[in-house]
Nanobody, 119 residues
Framework: VQLVESGGGLVQPGGSLRLSCAFSGFSFSRYGMNWYRQAPGKERELVAAITSVGGSTNYGYSVKGRFTISRDNAKNTVTLQMNVLKPEDTAMYYC?????????????WGQGTQVTVSS
């Protein structure tokens, strides 16, 4: 499995960005997909998650109401729409694919895409 993020960049406070993650491999629809972020000097934190079945979503407290995660199982992609961005959203954003199977945990990470929110 390979994950490739895109869509990061520099945006002013209050602006929007749309991150995408392209999944290469088999059985994308079986994976729960997540977006994490890590700012300098801080721990990696979960931003948003979407389940493999049903597409239920979950968000970190600081992004609720501003970010939306979605997936397209036909295109093997997961998207994070980020609105009303704040300087504290500045971080490296990582796509994660996770599958808990009978034989073990499958856990894959992308290389990350930088998001900088600054005027």
């Amino acid at each position: 499995v390979q994950l490739v993020e895109s869509g990061g960049g520099l945006v002013q406070p209050g602006g929007s960005l749309r991150l995408s993650c392209a999944f290469s491999g088999f059985s994308f629809s079986r994976y729960g997909m997540n977006w994490y972020r890590q700012a300098p000097g801080k721990e990696r934190e979960l931003v948003a998650a979407i389940t493999s079945v049903g597409g239920s979503t979950n968000y970190g407290y600081s992004v609720k109401g501003r970010f939306t995660i979605s997936r397209d199982n036909a295109k093997n992609t997961v998207t994070l729409q980020m609105n009303v961005l704040k300087p504290e959203d500045t971080a490296m954003y990582y796509c994660n694919a996770r599958l808990r199977a009978a034989v073990g945990l499958y856990d894959y990470w992308g290389q990350g895409t930088q998001v900088t929110v600054s005027s």
